[in-house]
């Protein structure tokens, strides 16, 4: 009687344990398959385009080519001044131009900046002439000239003047200005012993000169930088607030095409 009740039973009712391994392996074998095909799709597998040169066009061009390839682009800097470029250029861009790529891949733009830093001049007149232009390089001004004229006292500026007009100390200038350091030559010799300075007293007042400008530049230098971080700031809000006024324009586009399809149907 048993033996006819087994020869009634199913495949799977004999065998459970091979027909539900069977099973597990054939939904593993699905489960990869379709994991897989989402693996493709959020990576865009086989999916490259290339990239196009953006590099020396205006950041508005470079953005509408970008835009019109179906590529995501972000600033990775607009701090920085260059004077061979135009204010709001494509300096460098990365990846490169003409490498492929995949469309979920990010294109970071180097931008010039819209304008060149503005920092307040240092007093620099009785300081001599080299410590003078050391300090303007290294306070970020690209043309620093020094010229002589006659004087009773050899190595100190006497004016300071930018773009060929005499500044006050602490008035708002451009890097880009060409300063002028007008130094003492010394050619005048002084006859009257009573008008001689001492060597000591000159070297004490130069030293006091120095700690002085010193002081200053670390002063103007953080206020220079805190400025800098300001505007950049600035500009990533502005940024933010123009990528929401174009997305909203995009979905106006979007909505105004719906129901002017809605309206003909």
Do not use: C
């Not at 799977?12 to 799709?41: C, E, K, T, W």
């Not at 040169?53 to 835009?67: G, H, M, Q, S, Y």
């Not at 590529?71 to 250029?89: M, Q």
């Not at 100190?156 to 002028?180: D, E, F, M, R, Y």
């Amino acid at each position: 009687m048993s033996k006819n009740t087994d020869k009634n039973k199913s495949f799977r009712d004999r065998h459970p344990i091979l027909v539900n391994s069977a099973l597990m392996a054939l939904a593993l074998v699905a489960l990869g398959y379709i994991a897989l095909l989402f693996i493709d799709v959020f990576t865009s597998h086989g999916q490259q385009v290339q990239v196009p040169d953006v590099r020396n066009l205006p950041l508005e061009k470079a953005i509408e080519i970008l835009d019109d390839a179906g590529l995501r682009w972000e600033i990775s800097d607009s701090t920085t001044f260059y004077e061979n470029y135009k204010p709001g250029t494509v300096i460098d861009q990365d990846p490169k131009a003409k490498s492929y790529i995949k469309k979920i891949r990010i294109i970071y733009l180097n931008v010039n900046a819209m304008h060149a830093p503005i920092i307040p001049l240092p007093k620099l007149v009785d300081l001599p002439g080299r410590q003078g232009a050391a300090m303007l390089k290294a306070m970020g001004f690209k043309h620093v000239d020094i010229d002589s004229v006659p004087s009773e006292l050899g190595g100190l500026i006497l004016q300071v003047t930018v773009n060929g007009h005499n500044v006050a100390p602490s008035t708002p200038v451009s890097v880009n200005s060409v300063v002028k350091i007008i130094v003492g030559d010394g050619s005048i010799v002084d006859l009257n012993p009573e008008q001689i300075i001492d060597p000591e007293l000159m070297d004490s007042i130069d030293e006091q000169n120095y700690q002085e400008a010193q002081k200053t530049y670390e002063v103007e230098m953080k206020a220079a930088q805190a400025r800098a971080e300001q505007e950049r700031r600035n500009q990533e809000v502005q940024e933010k607030n123009d990528n929401k006024k174009d997305d909203k324009k995009s979905s106006d586009k979007d909505k105004k095409k719906e129901q002017n399809k809605d309206k003909k149907s």
